[in-house]
RNA sequence: UGCCCGAUGGUGUAAUGGUAGCACAACAGACUCUGGAUCUGUUUGUCUUGGUUCGAAUCCAAGUCGGGCAACCA
């Protein structure tokens, strides 16, 4: 693993129904007691959170009964599947801590088998090639409540469907032509097993075979195969799939082969945001988001680009557990997740973000301290830093309030408030734009007694804010993030209505820091605190060394100082 | 409407016939040089109706509500 990963508490998940099972498997010795599991993408773009539960669940699964995990795309669909696409995801799940060691597949590399296997099928009488074009196709399989007909080709023979098969990988027939059905039930109640198609013609290059194939398996009959080959025990997928998995055993079942056990799950819905390929695609192509890795959306890339660790991610994996029950998780959990990590993790720093000048009057005008600061309270090994002190300072604007109410304990005139490692300081008076009325700058003094924020006669002040010294602040861009959507379902809509109405338009904030000097020196990947306002990372593409850029990941709970 | 699946506080998830627990969220208090963190406490729950049983969140039946399935997508 790389640095990224290195403050994991490695703790299993609790139980559930699926280890549940595979604890049973093993007790009754089935497959040897061995687990072997997959986490088979289709190439077809970015991989999100949803994924991220598939893929800490089957490699934890792995991990956890000392089995192994296997990498395989599901590349079966070459109009729209891609090299960039699987490059991509290889990337989000090394980056997510994940090792499939030398158990990298691709469905496309099963190419020949497959074939062999649909042959097989077809001596077996058990599938047929089939002419209905795609309004016959439909009109003859029936609906729900009534039973389809048997297509014309079901009776065909064996040596038709044979050299018609074979005509079919030749290139002979244009696309639609024929197809390739299993011989199953035209009757069942079960759509999927009314005679599905399993091969279909397709003149489209593939990323990996080129232009070798002119026809091309169905997912019903890959999928089953490729784990069937690759001796996959417990081949764990989601809900959607349940009524899949009868075709998945009659394949199996047909051909004689290793059959997996199915095991569906739900899927992971976050709240504020959405998670179907089709809709990020959306966002992505209409500009709403900036690229696949705009840190408001919940691909993996998007939260790396945003400033979630690896770490946190698998913790809120193994929190939110595996059932069938199709929710919604709260993305707080997430949120705290990450905050818990980094409040260990992440070193302070102070830098105001709206600033509000404050002029310390009995300081005098060219002194300047350097004051110790504690990096990282939850962790002394952190060590501590410096930071300057002098006449005028920059405090937070929220952190004033000219006529405060009762449980305000900040800054006020006649109040005096701790500067964090500094001095006490007292407000004397505010002072005003004479045309606009806007407070400008406040005019205060300190008390010497109380460096580095101890009063010798045991006065307390209740507030504590932070603070730049003007003179030697550094500027630097930040974006603040806020949920991409206000609606907390966005996929509940009413019907007829539009489910971007409920995009979040203030998602995203551009505005400029006062940082104190040691931030400046921050590179590109670096994770802070900054008191009291959230935990910020320099954005690992805009930063340049010595001028980095923030992306904030997530705000500290609680609701000063803005 | 046909088939499949599901339902436990606001949210997610345990309890596998025997005291309904945990986490997040919310709220309150303690502590605090971050209104952060930490600690303590509080509120809120077994979809409904029957049945089996000494005893049901759990087993059975019916109902209600929710999700999925009718791409030559995965």
């Not at 074939?115 to 609906?143: D, P, S």
């Not at 405060?404 to 004397?428: D, N, Q, S, T």
């Not at 209740?462 to 206000?486: E, K, M, N, P």
Request: aromatic residues 10%.
């Amino acid at each position: 693993m790389n640095d990224e990963n290195t403050s994991e508490k490695n703790d299993e998940p609790a139980s559930d129904f699926i280890r549940a099972i595979i604890e049973r498997d093993r007790a009754a010795g089935k497959h040897g007691g061995t687990v072997a599991t997959r986490f088979p993408p289709e190439p077809n773009g970015y991989l999100h959170i949803g994924h991220a539960k598939s893929i800490c669940l089957n490699f934890g699964l792995a991990r956890q009964y000392g089995g192994r995990c296997h990498l395989r795309f599901d590349d079966t669909n070459p109009s729209k599947e891609s090299v960039e696409y699987a490059d991509a995801i290889i990337r989000d799940v090394q980056w997510l801590g994940w090792d499939w060691g030398e158990h990298l597949y691709y469905a496309s590399d099963y190419f020949d088998r497959m074939y062999e296997c649909a042959t097989e099928l077809i001596r077996r009488g058990k599938a047929y090639v089939c002419e209905l074009n795609t309004e016959a196709f439909k009109e003859y399989r029936g609906v729900p409540t009534r039973p389809g007909r048997e297509s014309p080709g079901r009776q065909r023979s064996e040596v038709d469907n044979l050299d018609l098969f074979q005509r079919m990988r030749a290139g002979e027939f244009e696309e639609g032509r024929y197809v390739l059905r299993a011989r199953i039930d035209m009757a069942s109640p079960n759509l999927h097993m009314r005679d599905p198609v399993i091969y279909r013609i397709k003149k489209a290059a593939h990323h990996r075979t080129g232009t070798r194939w002119t026809l091309y398996p169905m997912y019903d009959f890959a999928h089953c195969l490729s784990d069937s080959f690759e001796g996959i025990t417990h081949s764990v997928c989601t809900l959607e799939f349940e009524v899949h998995r009868p075709l998945y055993d009659w394949i199996l079942d047909a051909l004689e082969l290793h059959r997996p056990q199915q095991i569906e799950f739900a899927r992971l819905n976050l709240t504020y945001t959405v998670m179907s390929k089709r809709k990020l695609l959306e966002l992505v192509e209409s500009g709403v988001a900036d690229g696949w890795d705009d840190p408001r959306l919940p691909t993996l890339c998007g939260l790396r680009r945003r400033g979630y660790t690896p770490a946190s991610i698998r913790d809120f994996c193994r929190r939110i557990g595996v059932t069938k029950f199709d929710g919604y998780t709260d993305v707080a959990l997430l949120e705290h997740c990450v905050r818990e990590e980094l409040n260990r993790t992440a070193p302070r720093a102070m830098a105001v973000l709206d600033p509000l000048k404050v002029v310390i009057e009995n300081w005098p005008e060219d002194r300047v301290e350097e004051l110790e600061a504690v990096n990282n309270p939850e962790d002394a090994a952190a060590g501590t830093r410096t930071v300057p002190f002098a006449r005028e300072l920059y405090i937070e604007r929220g952190d004033f309030m000219e006529n405060p109410p009762k449980k305000f304990f900040r800054l006020a005139p006649g109040r005096e408030v701790r500067l964090r490692y500094g001095y006490f300081i007292r407000c004397r008076e505010a002072i005003k734009d004479p045309e606009t009325g806007r407070i400008v700058e406040l005019r205060c003094t300190y008390d010497p007694e109380t460096r580095g924020g101890h009063a010798p006669d045991g006065r307390k002040v209740r507030g504590t804010i932070h603070w730049v010294s003007a003179s030697h602040a550094h500027r630097a861009r930040v974006r603040l993030y806020d949920r991409l959507f206000t609606a907390e379902r966005p996929d509940d809509i009413a019907e007829g209505e539009d489910w971007k109405h409920s995009l979040n338009p203030d998602s995203r904030t551009e505005t400029e820091v006062l940082m104190e000097p040691s931030l400046a020196r921050a590179l590109p990947g670096d994770r802070f605190q900054f008191e009291r306002l959230g935990y910020f990372f320099a954005d690992p593409v805009e930063s340049k060394p010595g001028a980095p850029v923030f992306n904030r990941i997530v705000s500290l709970k609680g609701k000063a100082p803005s």
